[in-house]
């Protein structure tokens, strides 16, 4: 299991056009074949970022993912209106006191 961290910044005029895109297809990304959760977060300080939080079975399966009709049609959507370059972490959890 991964975890795959994204963080998107937006311009400030597409941060809401964005948010009501992300509830169109929030549930085909989080039903994904491999996918095992997603989150999205939004910055209390900065509310133009946002950070997507997701589970893998496998980065083979978030390879799936990106290769994928789904992500061929959201990614070129919401890329113009980035305002900063999008920055990607995939992580295996060394503790995790959630679970506690």
């Not at 963080?7 to 095992?36: M, S, W, Y």
């Not at 970022?49 to 390879?63: F, P």
Request: hydrophobic share 35%; with cysteine; net charge negative.
């Amino acid at each position: 299991m991964i975890t795959r961290i994204v963080k998107l910044e937006f311009q400030e005029d597409k941060i809401e056009e964005f948010l009501a895109f992300f509830d169109t297809i929030k549930h085909k990304v989080n039903r994904f074949p491999g996918c095992k959760g997603m989150k999205l977060y939004q910055d209390v300080n900065q509310p133009t970022i946002v950070m997507t939080y997701s589970h893998w079975e496998s980065q083979e399966d978030l390879n799936k993912y990106r290769d994928s009709e789904t992500f061929g049609a959201v990614w070129p959507k919401i890329k113009p209106w980035f305002d900063a370059k999008p920055e990607a972490w995939s992580v295996n959890a060394y503790f995790d006191g959630f679970s506690c």
